[in-house]
């Protein structure tokens, strides 16, 4: 017999004595009564006093149930009042952002983790060229969703041509147009905080709709009230203050993730870049600086058409330019009509930018698209030079180290003069790269296909769409990718960004539709970078330039350099005669070799 638990002899000791039954007795089923159930007068009022007790809990139950309605109406209005408070508020969006996020990396992750293991497929190409695009196309939403940085991310990836396949830059192309628009109120009321001023003690008039918006600013039209100046007033989001560092967490988190679960695709390295210059961008004093410094550098070359907007004054997140207008490079109907010669548009902007990557203490801006520059017309210059160049958003700048950028200059003259052995040797100078790794780096630095780059024709030949779609294969097949992302972790950053510079440059040259094509673009560069070499070779000299040794090194150097330099002139008078003969222009023999 099983002995009875303590909790129920200690409860038997507050009841009545029970005579005792068997513990298996106890389970077995009672039997049921059939005698009718007869009612007494006694048990008759006893039940109408169950009754009126019955009553009396219901009003009583009615008395709690209101008591309870009240308290749940004063607990849900005092959480409703907490959601909407500030911490709260903040709390529910970050979650929200960093959930979107980590859904969207874990189901990315998840998508290439099986798809590479088909690397045997026979229609593999086509598997993982649909996977690219199922993750672009998710990753897109995400952004969209989370804004801030994050469409800034996406614009700096979409020109990473040589690193992503096409479609996920293709992808994100339209990030580049599609830019937040903050409320004027919100602005106002960042301005007083910043400040202590209203925007009326600034601006007499003020347009409430911004002539243009970007990931980090947008810009308005406005009159300053002391000097009824018409103005350029740039001023920065107002929500990237609040996520600017969650954000730029969460993209560390999702490139380390990536390199977790595929090593050979390692991209922190713009986690660390976006790290190093996004809290620059977001302080337009910087900018301030930056654009006072570049203007006052191309003060002493008159010859570029370049305008920069003077800066009036700046704040953190408030920055008053000159309001200077002009119409995208790529407006082509602009130029056309006003009798703007694109390929004098696309040389001058090889030589703005190739002065900034090869000039000595040359500032260089390293975000260049579109919508950085315009065009307009300026009758006082002769034709076919007669417009302006305005470059805007001077956010993004940075200083080449003298070795780089005469390495960079060394490397590029012998990729025009197809001479392999000295492309290699700068390779290793700039970034320690052997043999193996040298031709994806001169890929790179080309945005060509090696074979072209080592072919007798060379770079100076226009890229065929057979080019373009054979590199975007290779990359989109993954094992050229792996190899740019891990060549490029090595890569010096401000190598990162010449790159980043001259592809957005190419692309605004293809956009240009140039009859003559990238001849005279390589020919500029060529220019610049003979001039760099020139001026390392004169300061490589000791002593006296009387000295017969000095002067014959001198002589050799400014041969080299004037070699390049008459070649460029010889060619564009050819192309200035074909011009006023109306002939199209054509690569002469010369320009080639």
């Not at 009545?16 to 039997?31: A, G, H, Y």
């Not at 330039?545 to 070699?563: C, E, I, M, Q």
Request: charged share 25%; with cysteine; hydrophobic share 40%.
């Amino acid at each position: 017999m099983t002995p009875i638990p303590l909790w129920r002899a200690f409860s038997a000791l507050s009841r009545q004595p029970k005579p005792w039954i068997c513990r298996e007795c106890l389970q077995l089923p009672k039997p049921r009564t059939t005698q009718p159930r007869t009612f007494t007068t006694t048990q008759h009022f006893r039940s109408q006093a169950g009754k009126r007790t019955w009553r009396k809990a219901f009003k009583d139950t009615a008395e709690r149930r209101k008591v309870a309605i009240t308290v749940t109406l004063v607990f849900v209005a005092g959480s409703t009042a907490l959601a909407f408070s500030e911490r709260a508020r903040h709390a529910y969006l970050a979650a929200q952002r960093s959930g979107r996020v980590g859904v969207t990396l874990a189901l990315c992750v998840n998508d290439y983790y099986w798809v590479l293991k088909k690397d045997a497929d026979p229609d593999y190409k086509s598997i993982l060229a649909t996977c690219h695009k199922r993750c672009a196309d998710r990753t897109l939403k995400a952004m969209e969703a989370n804004g801030s940085i994050f469409i800034k991310l996406g614009q700096h990836l979409s020109s990473l041509n040589y690193i992503l396949p096409s479609e996920w830059c293709d992808t994100f192309v339209p990030l580049q147009d599609h830019c937040p628009v903050s409320s004027y109120e919100s602005i106002e009321e960042m301005v007083l905080h910043d400040t202590g001023k209203h925007m009326e003690d600034y601006f007499s008039d003020f347009d409430r709709r911004p002539v243009g918006a970007a990931s980090l600013a947008q810009v308005h039209t406005a009159t300053l009230r002391s000097t009824g100046e018409k103005v350029a007033v740039k001023v920065q989001h107002p929500t990237l203050d609040e996520w600017s560092k969650l954000d730029l967490w969460l993209t560390r988190f999702t490139f380390s993730t990536l390199r977790y679960w595929f090593p050979e695709y390692d991209l922190t390295w713009l986690a660390d870049e976006m790290e190093e210059s996004l809290p620059k961008e977001l302080d337009f004093r910087e900018e301030g600086r930056n654009a006072v410094r570049a203007k006052a550098y191309f003060a002493r070359l008159p010859t570029h058409p370049l305008v920069i907007p003077a800066v009036i004054w700046a704040e953190r997140r408030l920055l008053v330019m000159e309001y200077i207008t002009g119409h995208r490079p790529d407006d082509l109907a602009f130029l056309d009509s006003n009798g703007i010669d694109r390929d004098e548009v696309s040389a001058a902007l090889s030589r703005i930018f190739n002065e900034m990557i090869f000039g000595r203490d040359a500032p260089l801006h390293c975000d260049p698209h579109g919508g950085n520059l315009a065009i307009r017309l300026n009758p006082a210059r002769a034709a076919p030079r007669n417009f302006d160049i305005v470059l805007y958003d001077h956010g993004l700048y940075r200083d080449i180290p003298l070795h780089l950028r005469r390495a960079y200059a060394h490397i590029w003259l012998a990729v025009l003069d197809v001479d392999e052995a000295n492309m290699r040797k700068y390779a290793y100078e700039i970034a320690g790269l052997n043999d193996d790794e040298f031709p994806i780096f001169a890929s790179a630095i080309t945005g060509r296909d090696f074979r072209v780059v080592k072919s007798e024709a060379g770079v100076v030949q226009s890229r065929s769409e057979g080019e373009k779609r054979a590199i975007g294969e290779a990359l989109g097949e993954g094992g050229l990718l792996s190899q740019v992302v891990f060549l490029l972790a090595k890569v010096p950053t401000v190598i990162l960004l010449i790159l980043k510079t001259n592809d957005l440059t190419r692309s605004l040259d293809e956009k240009l539709q140039t009859r003559e094509g990238p001849v005279r673009t390589f020919m500029i560069l060529a220019q610049y970078a003979a001039r760099s070499v020139f001026e390392e070779r004169v300061e490589g000299i000791t002593g006296s330039l009387l000295w017969p040794g000095n002067l014959w090194v001198y002589g050799v150097a400014w041969a080299s350099y004037a070699k390049v330099a008459v070649k460029l002139r010889v060619y564009e008078l050819y192309l200035s005669g074909r011009r006023r003969l109306g002939l199209r222009a054509e690569l002469m023999p010369a320009a080639a070799s």
